[in-house]
């Protein structure tokens, strides 16, 4: 991709700003890609520290800090302070709240209907943010409004896009709800999810295991089991089969995971690929 400046190649969007130029025309020449991860990247490639990565994102961000009293610079800056607050999430540092409060409060007031997801983005992370740090209301709030903003969008008619960030949003507030102690309230998420597997990359397979978690957590053994059974058996590529069966059966036993195995079989539930590859991984456990 033909990228212009080093803004376009972190945050998407060109604005002829020049900072440490050593380091950031190379990356843009690099071929790396774009985005702060694959800005990391190519830093600690060439020898530097996550430090340098900051110090780069810090110059960006007062730039274009005093250049958005034009407000044109806005947007830019909403989006800067939003992956700046990524890269201090994924560091666990406290700043991330002070950037994604500022990115919440940029794109609340900037953006309409049109750009409601750019805005439910902002939210996740400040729900993960705020989970990280137990501040459990907050992150309920961050979770739950991005979830109504995402199903809204979806019920007046937006396309796959805007149900897959949906169903996202909804297994999000579950498995929120379950970290929190809340399984009960998590499942009736966790199952609206479910209802969209078809457009989740997963397949389903993570909200099946989730729903799971959940029931284990209420203590109802046989139902946890089915769930991880049904989520054992999603070609996911996410969650290791063998794994969950080994939780499916520590739970109640041996054979019933066979038995349900066996009747998932009958049914019509899983082929016979599936189910021959399941059996092999559960004589192991």
């Not at 809340?182 to 397979?205: I, N, P, Q, S, T």
């Not at 209420?218 to 080994?246: C, H, N, P, Q, T």
Request: glycine share 8%; aromatic share 12%.
């Amino acid at each position: 991709m033909d990228m212009k400046d080093i803004t376009e190649a972190l945050f998407g969007i060109p604005s002829g700003i020049v900072v440490q130029p050593e380091i950031t025309e190379g990356f843009i020449e690099s071929g790396y890609g774009m985005g702060v991860d694959s800005f990391r990247d190519y830093v600690r490639e060439i020898g530097y520290s996550d430090a340098k990565v900051e110090e780069i994102l810090l110059e960006l961000y007062r730039e274009i800090k005093r250049r958005a009293a034009n407000p044109e610079y806005e947007e830019l800056l909403a989006a800067a302070c939003s992956e700046i607050g990524s890269f201090y999430l994924d560091l666990k540092h406290d700043r991330a709240e002070d950037f994604l409060l500022e990115a919440f409060s940029i794109r609340s007031r900037l953006y309409g209907s049109d750009k409601a997801l750019l805005l439910a983005s902002t939210m996740t992370r400040l729900g993960v943010f705020y989970l990280h740090k137990r501040k459990y209301e907050k992150a309920e709030l961050m979770f739950f409004d991005a979830y109504t903003i995402l199903k809204e969008l979806y019920e007046i008619g937006g396309g796959k896009f805007e149900e897959e960030s949906y169903a996202l949003a909804a297994n999000n507030l579950g498995t929120f709800y379950y970290e929190t102690g809340r399984a009960e309230e998590g499942l009736k998420y966790l199952f609206e999810a479910l209802d969209h597997k078809e457009v989740l990359l997963c397949g389903g397979a993570i909200p099946l295991f989730n729903i799971a978690l959940c029931y284990e957590d209420l203590g109802e053994y046989r139902k946890a089991a089915e769930y991880f059974i049904k989520a054992a058996s999603v070609k996911s590529g996410i969650l290791d089969a063998r794994e969950v069966l080994e939780e499916a059966v520590e739970i109640t036993s041996f054979e019933y995971v066979r038995q349900r195995l066996e009747e998932m079989l009958s049914q019509g539930e899983i082929d016979r690929e599936v189910f021959e590859t399941l059996v092999l991984y559960l004589e192991v456990v």
